[in-house]
């Protein structure tokens, strides 16, 4: 049995150990005042790009404690501006599925299981979903269980407006009929559902980790977004791609943002971004060599 022993370190102790193994404090009063509201563990996913690797946590000649700082900075603003798109296709998305499946199947087509594809993945999309009327204080919800009882969950347009990207994602995914998910796909210049169907489950994640503030800018993300090799609109020409990195989610959330604001400034927000700090390795991010010329990138 493996016993976790360590004890609690001060901040003080945590700046000795920093420099101890070769991270240079260049203000070490500055950088008290940092580590007392950002935790040591919370930077650390910052300065472990400068660490030499196989080396323990030593680091690496001229690592300084600034440049890791720098990094968190620009991943903060980083995930700001990537949630606030996300809003914008999440509440689009969410417009678009509550109003193609309700005029074809009904106010209350999502608690249909003769629509769905698994019975499992329903009984699950339905406990979320009753989780989050539950918790809900909207005005809407709370107003319709003071005049309704039956049937025992609001119509979609109320009951979805509360629900999560995930589940939305899930709702869409397990439904049966692929030609009101294509015209929904289409509707954002996408060819196939099945690609909107990635690009929901790898943007849901990426959400919740700009939700819960966690690293994104080099972080290998476990779902992937499927790209297309052509797209109606202005898109990327290089797919030779790790999907897995935050490039590839930036194309998606770029396309499909275009689809609903053609004149949105994302692209433009970014590029200050990378100008503000001129450091950032975004060959990290799995940004490939002349991604600027890319057509989707032109801005």
């Known amino acids: 049995m493996n016993i976790y022993n360590n004890k609690a370190l001060s901040i003080q102790e945590q700046i000795e150990r920093l420099k101890k193994n070769g991270l240079i404090i260049d203000d070490e009063n500055?950088?008290?005042?940092?580590?007392?509201?950002?935790?040591?563990?919370?930077?650390?996913?910052?300065?472990?790009?400068?660490?030499?690797?196989?080396?323990?946590h030593q680091f690496k000649p001229n690592s300084h404690f600034n440049n890791a700082l720098l990094l968190y900075y620009f991943d903060k603003e980083l995930r700001a501006l990537i949630f606030s798109a996300i809003q914008s296709i999440e509440i689009a998305l969410r417009t678009k599925v509550i109003h193609s499946f309700s005029i074809m199947y009904g106010p209350f087509w999502f608690m249909d299981d003769t629509l769905v594809k698994s019975l499992k993945q329903q009984i699950e999309n339905i406990a979320s979903l009753r989780k989050e009327l539950d918790r809900s204080k909207e005005d809407f919800i709370q107003e319709h269980y003071r005049k309704y009882d039956f049937p025992d969950m609001p119509p979609s347009w109320k009951t979805l407006e509360v629900a999560s990207f995930g589940v939305l994602s899930k709702l869409y995914g397990n439904f049966k009929d692929k030609n009101v998910k294509k015209d929904i796909a289409k509707s954002f210049g996408v060819p196939q559902h099945e690609y909107l169907e990635s690009w929901m489950r790898s943007i849901a994640v990426l959400r919740n980790c700009c939700a819960h503030h966690a690293r994104v800018w080099n972080r290998r993300f476990s779902m992937i977004p499927q790209l297309p090799k052509s797209m109606s609109n202005a898109w990327i020409t290089n797919l030779n791609l790790d999907t897995r990195k935050i490039y590839a989610l930036l194309c998606c959330i770029i396309y499909w943002q275009n689809s609903i604001y053609e004149n949105n400034d994302f692209v433009n927000k970014f590029k200050q971004l990378l100008q503000k700090y001129p450091n950032i390795d975004v060959t990290a991010m799995g940004f490939p060599k002349d991604w600027e010329m890319e057509p989707l990138w032109k801005a």
């Open 30 to 56: 500055q950088t008290n005042k940092t580590l007392s509201i950002i935790s040591y563990f919370r930077l650390a996913s910052y300065w472990r790009p400068m660490e030499e690797k196989g080396q323990g």
